[in-house]
């Protein structure tokens, strides 16, 4: 016998099969009526089915906005990539429409970039084997890496880079790297070029080179004859020959003028001593940048300026303003108001002379005197220097005759001659002695006050003394004057 549910008021005891009273309705035979839900739950079921509707419809409203926007992404994307495919092509109105295809082989080639151009994103390279130039358009599928193989654009590359470049069967560019096989030697100087043998010596190692070597000035194509062993250059190539001469820092000039005057000059630029005059005359060729020039000389004070060399230009450099060393001439003159003359210039004697270190000609002048000439050279604060002068000594011609003739002529105390004698004295007041056996001595005084002439001629007669014979001439076994000989008056001989 089953047990009674007592929360179904439907369901039949097992024991009696009575139905209370209380619970039982009126049963038609055939079925079983069925009992009509409260309205508290009409409406929760009401509520349960409103929310499954609206789940129901949340779902179909977010699934279709995803369709929608994938395709719309896709429209996007197959767009932008069609652009990209366009821009890429140089020329694209003159280009025939390509297919691509699946790439089966791919050429690589090692080669310098001779240019770049931004634009139509395209490099001019130079095989490193057959130094042919090729034009290569740079698409947008092209793998483009760095040296150590890290992913980079075509803005990163320019001229004179050394790449390794991957090419299809169709010359389409498929890769291009840096190369990491190039070497590099950067900031080298005294770097020897031989255009003959078409050699590059940097550091004892020489390497060779082409025609159709690059070399590059600040991006610009340079002109490798007109390198110097003191430009700064890089070097980059393969193997043994250089492909790529940066010059990361080109040269100008400096001319040094007015270095006549200096004596025994010396020109320091930084390190580079330069003594000799004809080098110096000459253009001096020095890196771009800062300089020092020192200039030094016996005669000057130490010259020193800071240059700013720039490059393929000439700076000059003149020394006339130059500070000149100096020194005071101590000249001593045995007379007074004499005439100083310093390099063919009058100065006045009373103020002491301030020369220039070097060689000087002095010359001291006064009427009445010869002049005399002295070359000094001043190497020091001071110079002394003594110039004595000597007096002209300006002549007149006396005649001297006497009666009789053969007398013994004394002028001075100095013994001439036999009257008469002729000869030169100088102007002013000389004492005259005659002297003659038998005859008395005479003494008389002359005044020579012309060169020749009538004024300057004397005769003496002379007296005898009582009871001597006349005597006969003794020769003198002195020089006679002769006339217009000078005569150099000397004390008579004694007897």
Do not use: W
Not at 43 to 61: L, N, P, R, V
Not at 113 to 125: N, Q, Y
Not at 258 to 273: A, H, K, S, W
């Amino acid at each position: 016998m089953s047990k009674t549910d007592p929360h179904n008021p439907f369901s039949d005891s097992e024991d009696d099969g009575v139905v209370y009273e209380t619970t039982r309705n009126t049963i038609q035979h055939g079925y079983r009526r069925t009992l009509e839900p409260t309205p508290a739950k009409k409406e929760k079921e009401k509520e349960k089915d409103g929310k499954s509707h609206f789940a129901y419809f949340y779902i179909i409203t977010l699934f279709s906005g995803v369709v929608i926007c994938m395709v719309i992404f896709a429209i996007v994307f197959n767009t932008y990539t069609s652009s990209r495919k366009d821009d890429a092509k140089p020329n694209a109105s003159s280009q025939p429409n390509v297919t691509e295809v699946g790439v089966t082989e791919v050429r690589p080639i090692v080669g310098v970039i001779k240019s770049v151009d931004i634009a139509t994103e395209s490099i001019i390279l130079i095989d490193a084997v057959s130094s042919a130039e090729t034009l290569i358009p740079v698409r947008s599928s092209t793998e483009m890496k760095s040296k150590y193989g890290d992913p980079i654009t075509f803005k990163d590359f320019a001229a004179g880079d050394i790449v390794d470049a991957g090419m299809d069967s169709s010359n389409r560019l498929i890769s291009l790297a840096k190369s990491s096989s190039a070497f590099n030697l950067p900031m080298r100087t005294k770097v020897a070029i031989d255009l003959e043998s078409r050699t590059i010596e940097t550091n004892s190692d020489v390497y060779r080179y082409n025609e159709k070597i690059l070399v590059l000035n600040k991006g610009q194509p340079y002109d490798i004859s007109q390198l110097l062993p003191i430009d700064v250059v890089t070097l980059s190539g393969i193997g043994d020959t250089v492909s790529v001469i940066n010059l990361n820092k080109g040269h100008g000039y400096v001319r040094i003028g007015n270095l006549e005057f200096i004596d025994n000059g010396v020109v320091e630029i930084d390190t580079d001593i330069y003594s000799s005059l004809e080098e110096l005359f000459e253009a001096i060729p020095l890196v771009e940048g800062q300089h020092r020039i020192v200039v030094k000389g016996d005669n000057i004070e130490p010259y020193i300026k800071d240059l700013e060399i720039t490059p393929n230009a000439m700076t000059f450099v003149d020394l006339e303003d130059i500070q000149v060393k100096t020194g005071i001439l101590n000249l001593s003159v045995n007379v007074q108001n004499y005439t100083l003359i310093l390099d063919g210039n009058p100065h006045l004697a009373s103020e002491p002379p301030l020369l220039p270190y070097g060689v000087h000609m002095v010359r001291v002048e006064k009427d009445g005197y010869i002049p005399v000439e002295q070359v000094i050279d001043v190497m020091g604060p001071s110079t002394d220097l003594s110039i004595q002068l000597k007096e002209v000594l300006k002549l007149g011609r006396v005649t001297i005759t006497a009666v009789p003739s053969g007398a013994n002529v004394f002028i001075d105390s100095a013994l001439i001659g036999q009257a008469p004698v002729s000869i030169s004295l100088e102007l002013g007041t000389h004492d005259v002695k005659l002297t003659m056996d038998g005859y008395k001595e005479l003494v008389f005084s002359i005044n020579v006050v012309s060169g020749s002439g009538p004024d300057n001629s004397y005769n003496a007669t002379l007296e005898r003394v009582a009871n001597t014979p006349a005597p006969q001439p003794t020769p003198i076994p002195f020089h006679q004057v002769k006339p217009g000989e000078g005569v150099i008056l000397t004390p008579p001989p004694s007897f």
